[in-house]
């Protein structure tokens, strides 16, 4: 029989790795009821985007970050859900203040190229995307990325190169 944890923390997020969100969610829930932890709610954030609750995700971010400011795993996290909200210009803040704590986040410089090819500021994203290649030069869907923003930006050589790089990355059949 596998011990239990003491932590409340360490069972919710082993509850949130198995899949089991309504047990992680109990154990937040009853943590949050103690106190405004900022774990808690950063993953109790996690467990609401995974339902397709991405409000209610954004507000727990906010919450922890209230708590704990500049805590760049909950910057980034605010600006993927500020993204999947579209609220490009305020996932591209957000973004920008988890580099500030740490330039080494490539999930980070991915979301943010994204927001900004998105928002039509293609010398940013091209900036971004490659600043992340650097950092992590087989993220495949950076390499993806980095090739449709330079094909919308009328570079189709320099796209067709790096798409077709990441194309035979992926291994994926229906790619290619």
């Known amino acids: 029989m596998p011990v239990k944890s003491p932590d409340p923390m360490a069972r919710a997020a082993e509850a949130f790795e198995r899949g089991d969100l309504a047990a992680a969610e109990?154990?937040?829930?009853?943590?949050?009821?103690?106190?405004e932890n900022p774990n808690a709610l950063h993953l109790l954030a996690h467990a609401r985007q995974k339902q397709n609750r991405a409000d209610e995700a954004l507000l727990l971010i906010q919450r922890s970050l209230a708590v704990r400011p500049g805590h760049t795993g909950a910057l980034l996290h605010l600006?993927?859900?500020?993204?999947?909200?579209?609220?490009?210009?305020?996932?591209?803040?957000?973004?920008?203040d988890a580099l500030l704590w740490d330039q080494s986040l490539a999930d980070a410089w991915y979301e943010l190229g994204q927001a900004q090819h998105r928002l039509g500021d293609f010398a940013a994203a091209e900036n971004s995307l490659r600043k992340l290649l650097a950092l992590a030069p087989a993220h495949l869907?950076?390499?993806?990325?980095l090739g449709l923003l330079l094909r919308d930006c009328g570079q189709a050589g320099l796209a067709e190169s790096l798409l077709a790089e990441g194309l035979a990355q992926s291994g994926d059949a229906l790619l290619k």
Do not use: C, F, P, T
């Open 26 to 35: 109990k154990i937040v829930l009853d943590l949050l009821a103690r106190e």
């Open 141 to 145: 869907l950076g390499k993806l990325a």
């Open 79 to 96: 600006g993927k859900v500020l993204a999947q909200l579209s609220r490009d210009s305020e996932a591209v803040r957000a973004l920008n």
